[in-house]
């Protein structure tokens, strides 16, 4: 059984009587009654009839046995379902019963980030870890700060339609249609949601978009893309990955002209895909262009993967000696530990004595970005001075996950699975643990004014670090 870290870390009793009567049905038939022959020649059929009645035994002494090895509960849960199943004035398949207890499970027993996922929902939490998707990619802010609906553009996915077709950060969708002539005006999320529904991939339609008082109209399609998650932008260069699997490095007019010559940006999204090797090249790129100083993005960076966490985690453990420093501890509720380790540790390769570190985060930045935050701080790369986090709703902070999810699947074919909070996570060294908390303003971290327009934020924060 293979499980996945991460941090974003029977039959029935009707059944068995079925068994049972079947089972019956094809036993062998009562035996004659016994000749005077001898009894080298009496007896074959005899014992192979005498065979599968032992063997008839012995599979209803097992189906009894399986049955009540069961608790008393599960027994009532069978006799429940027989019940509703044969008696209630509507049919209830299996799948609809079942579907209700899963509900159940999710929502009223296990934490928020624990889940029974069924085949479907288990291929593709396995297909989105992967970073490939099918859609627009664009996220939304669906109701202004009244309360009014909107359609503004919270994020545009790395390497999606929405990215190709040049839409940004901070406009807003303020109509839609087929044609310009039969563009609708609308900001309602649920129209637009109604809308997309109607397109299959690769069908063309239009969205008429607002920034300020300027308004343009961009063609868009559904498709399937491979998601980037890494951005890499200085004062004169911006580069981002593309291609059916994001990993073409491409240059574009993403210049941050308010950094400093000797500073890069590199914004991360998730711990997903093929962002260990987009984050490398990132790295490469800045050593290549001499740069000395760092912002690392970390805003709406909802975690990911434990094994990408511990490529990208090797960049930043500047105070240890170890070639694989520790980064993460994961406590169980028994208090056994299980240790994870950064892939390598190549802080000094890239920066110097005198480099700097700044991290941006907000309230989106949850899981492994806060435990990547964690070891960074606990090894001396960065301080809490050197955090900035983005007001969202007025409140300054990361979200507060400091707890990991282990994946198991349930069987072999078309298989099911349970995601189950299964640790603590603590800080490498002071073994700190932020669940339920966050990295906050009291810590000593710099705070900025929540702004979806342009580069406002990092502008912003570039300030605040300044100041």
Request: charged share 25%; hydrophobic share 35%.
């Amino acid at each position: 059984m293979s499980n996945d870290y991460e941090f974003d870390f029977g039959e029935s009793e009707s059944e068995n009587k079925n068994g049972e009567n079947e089972a019956a049905e094809n036993a062998a038939p009562p035996l004659p009654e016994e000749s005077a022959q001898p009894p080298k020649k009496q007896g074959k059929g005899k014992k192979i009839a005498l065979r599968i009645l032992a063997l008839v035994g012995a599979f209803l002494v097992g189906v009894l046995t399986c049955y009540f090895s069961f608790d008393s509960e599960f027994r009532a849960l069978s006799r429940l379902k027989k019940a509703v199943q044969e008696n209630y004035y509507e049919k209830i398949s299996d799948d609809e019963f079942y579907d209700v207890l899963f509900q159940a499970v999710n929502e009223n027993l296990l934490d928020p980030y624990s889940a029974y996922m069924n085949p479907d929902e288990f291929e593709e939490y396995q297909t989105e870890a992967t970073g490939q998707w099918s859609g627009i990619g664009i996220t939304f802010l669906i109701q202004d700060a009244e309360g009014k609906d909107c359609l503004q553009v919270a994020n545009v996915s790395g390497n999606s339609p929405a990215e190709r077709a040049g839409i940004k950060v901070g406009e807003y969708i303020v109509g839609f249609g087929a044609t310009e002539e039969s563009i609708v005006p609308s900001v309602s999320f649920k129209e637009f949601s109604v809308f997309l529904e109607g397109y299959g991939a690769n069908q063309a339609f239009l969205v008429r978009l607002k920034d300020g008082e300027n308004e343009r109209t961009v063609e868009l399609a559904r498709s399937a893309f491979v998601e980037n998650y890494v951005f890499y932008r200085t004062k004169t260069t911006a580069y981002r990955f593309t291609g059916n699997s994001a990993t073409t490095l491409e240059a574009y007019e993403g210049y941050l002209p308010e950094l400093a010559e000797d500073t890069a940006y590199i914004r991360l999204t998730q711990f997903n895909g093929n962002a260990s090797e987009q984050f490398r090249q990132a790295m490469n790129l800045f050593k290549s262009e001499n740069k000395k100083n760092l912002v690392l993005d970390l805003r709406e960076n909802g975690g990911g993967y434990m094994d990408i966490l511990q490529r990208i985690s090797a960049y930043f453990c500047k105070d240890s000696a170890s070639s694989k420093p520790l980064i993460a501890i994961a406590r169980e509720r028994d208090g056994d530990e299980q240790k994870f380790y950064a892939s390598g540790n190549s802080y000094g390769s890239y920066f110097s004595a005198d480099s700097k570190i700044r991290v941006l985060a907000d309230a989106g930045t949850a899981s492994a970005s806060e435990c990547l935050i964690g070891a960074m701080v606990d090894y001396g790369a960065i301080g809490y001075a050197d955090i900035c986090l983005a007001e969202r709703n007025g409140i300054a902070k990361t979200y507060g996950k400091g707890i990991m999810q282990t994946t198991y699947p349930l069987s072999i074919v078309n298989p099911d699975a349970v995601k189950l909070t299964t640790a603590k996570i603590l800080w490498p060294k002071s073994e700190n643990c932020i669940h339920d908390r966050g990295v906050l303003p009291e810590d000593g971290c710099k705070t900025v004014t929540e702004s979806y327009v342009g580069d406002g934020e990092i502008l912003a924060a570039l300030q605040a670090f300044q100041g």
